[in-house]
């Protein structure tokens, strides 16, 4: 993201990909403001989304114009107005999971490597399912292993989230707190992946 913002953003071909796109999905829409907020360099932002804006403008007053020109041409450029393409970065990080999962499926199934990753904190939810579409044709035992392995992961958390949720009644609020306090941001890690770097997300409270 950071090389997006100090250099490439500039190109032509990047800025036509992120026009198309009306900017990034939410996820790194945010982080690119993040970024630039952290680093004092909002003037990128602000000149990249200026050129959307006026684009858009543009796309709008084609629309009005069109109103007036031929009775349904207003509702066929509605829709090409409301597209967006893909988000660039996610789909850039989509090919990069990809790459890495038919690596890592390659090393799962080397026994020692298995075992290590069974006494890991495993994959996240979107890992573990490009891990398993990678090697989906290869070795079926090695999925049932992965899919088994995650079951297990999934119904401990399960456990914890109920005790989270029952410790949070008032006839249980003095009982002492355990590690079912932390099942709640580990559920969204679990399916989500860990928090992207400078989030400040904190334990949610009873």
């Not at 041409?73 to 996610?90: D, I, P, Q, Y």
């Not at 355990?178 to 992207?196: F, I, K, M, S």
């Amino acid at each position: 993201m950071q090389q997006f913002w100090r250099d490439s953003r500039l190109l032509p071909p990047i800025r036509r990909a992120f026009f198309a796109s009306a900017g990034f999905c939410p996820r790194h829409s945010w982080l690119f403001h993040q970024q630039v907020t952290t680093a004092h360099r909002g003037g990128a932002l602000a000149e990249l989304y200026s050129g959307l804006v006026a684009r858009d403008l543009r796309r709008i007053d084609a629309l009005v114009n069109a109103h007036g020109e031929r009775e349904g041409l207003l509702s066929e450029r509605l829709v090409e107005f409301a597209h967006r393409s893909a988000c660039r970065k996610c789909e850039e990080l989509e090919a990069a999971t990809a790459r890495r999962a038919r690596a890592g499926w390659r090393l799962l199934r080397e026994p020692e490597m298995c075992a290590a990753y069974r006494s890991s904190d495993g994959f996240c939810f979107r890992h573990l399912g490009a891990v398993l579409v990678a090697g989906r044709d290869e070795d079926a035992e090695l999925a049932l292993v992965l899919l088994r392995d995650w079951r297990g992961r999934l119904t401990e958390l399960h456990d914890r989230l109920q005790e989270f949720d029952r410790k949070r009644a008032y006839q249980y609020k003095d009982e002492p707190r355990g590690n079912e306090q932390l099942a709640p941001t580990e559920v969204v890690e679990r399916y989500a992946g860990d928090q992207p770097e400078g989030a400040q997300g904190t334990a949610p409270s009873g």
